[in-house]
């Protein structure tokens, strides 16, 4: 099936700190999805990015959804404690089918 | 409004037993997933409903797991027998399913650990 290579797996930061996460398919997707996972809890999304070259913001996040379809990079400025979890980038192909990361780890330091 | 309701959160069993999830979507949602998401890995699509019909159960071990969503409303998600590499989060999702965006609102999750 489809795979969505995410990277960093982990990321180990300090507070204050900026931090930059992407996603990358062979496959062209054509909506592109970022979401949070925190211990315990099942996760919530983000940003959710549905044009080619669209650049979102929420708050502290910005996302961009790639030229070629084929990527999405996630940026968190000014990192804060409660931004510590993992983020998994999703990509919708098709009608409904939704495939996720395997998710990038953040941790921060105080 | 409510969320997406799971039980149990957590469930020990041993392998060839079998284990039943339920989840209750958020009301008026059309659309109903499960997904299995492994220590370490992105959640895996298992199945797909949309009110009572299955739209996707391509990567569902039919062996050994079904689902159900009888009227459209709440769903049961069973393993029988259970095998060690079951051990898994099961996390039910939901989505309004007229307007498909990507936007899933997920439970908490049924954590289920295979001895």
């Known amino acids: 099936g489809q795979q969505l290579n995410q990277s960093p797996q982990s990321m180990f930061i300090q507070e204050g700190e900026d931090v930059s996460m992407n996603c990358t398919s062979s496959?062209?997707?054509?909506?592109w999805l970022w979401y949070k996972q925190d211990p315990g809890e099942g996760p919530v999304l983000l940003i959710a990015l549905y044009k080619a070259g669209e650049l979102t913001s929420n708050g502290r996040l910005t996302a961009q959804f790639g030229i070629t379809r084929k990527d999405s990079f996630l940026n968190i400025s000014a990192s804060i404690p409660s931004d510590v979890g993992i983020y998994f980038c999703?990509?919708?192909?098709?009608?409904?089918?939704?495939?996720f990361g395997q998710g990038t780890r953040l941790t921060i330091n105080p | 409004e409510a969320g997406v309701a799971q039980s149990p959160r957590y469930k020990i069993i041993e392998k060839r037993q079998s284990v039943a999830f339920w989840c209750n979507p958020i009301?008026?949602?059309?659309?109903l997933y499960w997904y299995q998401q492994i220590l370490g890995q992105g959640p895996k699509l298992l199945i797909q409903f949309q009110n009572n019909g299955v739209v996707d159960d391509s990567q569902l071990p039919k062996d050994r797991f079904s689902a159900e969503r009888l009227k459209g409303v709440d769903s049961t998600l069973k393993i029988q027998p259970a095998k060690l590499e079951d051990s898994a989060v099961y996390l039910c999702a939901s989505s309004d399913g007229y307007r498909y965006s990507g936007e899933l609102f997920f439970g908490e999750g049924s954590r289920l650990t295979v001895l």
């Open positions: 999703a990509g919708l192909q098709g009608a409904q089918k939704l495939v």
């Open positions: 496959s062209i997707f054509n909506t």
């Open positions: 009301s008026g949602h059309a659309t």
